[in-house]
C-alpha cells in the first residue's frame, strides 16, 4: 500500500514539475504538444510555376527550340549510308540531322504552313547549309508537308525534355 501510494505521489510530482501527463496504468509518458491558435499561421502553399520555355502538349514536355527554321529533307543517295551516330540512314525512318542538339535528342518539328508536325530523333549531323536549320528523313518530311514537290519549308523547333 505503502509502495503504490509513493507511485501516485511521485506521479503528481513529476506532472507538476515538467509538465508531463500521466496515466496510472501507463509507465511512458506522453508528450503531446499543445497548439496555441494564436501562433498558427495561415500560410498558403508555394506554387511554383514552371518557366515559360516548358510547356505541355499531349502528354509532352516541350521546350522550344526556333521558330521560322528552314527544313529540308535527305537525298535518296544517303540511304544505307552511315550518319554521324553509327547507326545506318534509313528514309523510312522518323529520323533527322541537326548542327548542334545532342544525338538522340527527339525533336517536335511543325510545318507553319498547315500546323502538322512529326516527331524525329537527331542521329546526324548536318545540314552543311548555312541557311538550313534541320534535315528531316524524306518520311518525316512528306508527313508534315503541304506540297510533295516541295524540298524545303519553314518549320518550327521544339526539343522534347524526358
Do not use: C, W
Not at 506522453?30 to 520555355?53: W, Y
Not at 529533307?73 to 548542334?100: I, L, P, V
Request: glycine letters at 6%; zero cysteines.
Amino acid at each position: 500500500m505503502r509502495n503504490k501510494k509513493n507511485i501516485l505521489f511521485a506521479t503528481i510530482a513529476l506532472t507538476l514539475i515538467s509538465g508531463f501527463t500521466y496515466v496510472i496504468s501507463q509507465t511512458k509518458p506522453t508528450t503531446e504538444p499543445k497548439i496555441i491558435q494564436d501562433t498558427v499561421k495561415n500560410v498558403k502553399p508555394a506554387i511554383i510555376p514552371l518557366p515559360d520555355s516548358v510547356f505541355t502538349d499531349k502528354g509532352l514536355k516541350l521546350r522550344p527550340y526556333k521558330k521560322n527554321a528552314h527544313a529540308s529533307y535527305y537525298a535518296d543517295r544517303f540511304n544505307g549510308k552511315r550518319t554521324a551516330n553509327g547507326s545506318r540512314f534509313n528514309n523510312n525512318n522518323y529520323t533527322a540531322a541537326h548542327k548542334k542538339l545532342p544525338f538522340g535528342t527527339r525533336v517536335k518539328v511543325t510545318n507553319e504552313a498547315n500546323g502538322k508536325f512529326v516527331i524525329v530523333k537527331i542521329t546526324d549531323r548536318g545540314p552543311f547549309v548555312k541557311t538550313r536549320e534541320i534535315d528531316l528523313s524524306k518520311r518525316a518530311f512528306m508527313d508534315i508537308t503541304k506540297h510533295k514537290g516541295a524540298g524545303a519549308m519553314k518549320v518550327t523547333i521544339e526539343t522534347i525534355i524526358e
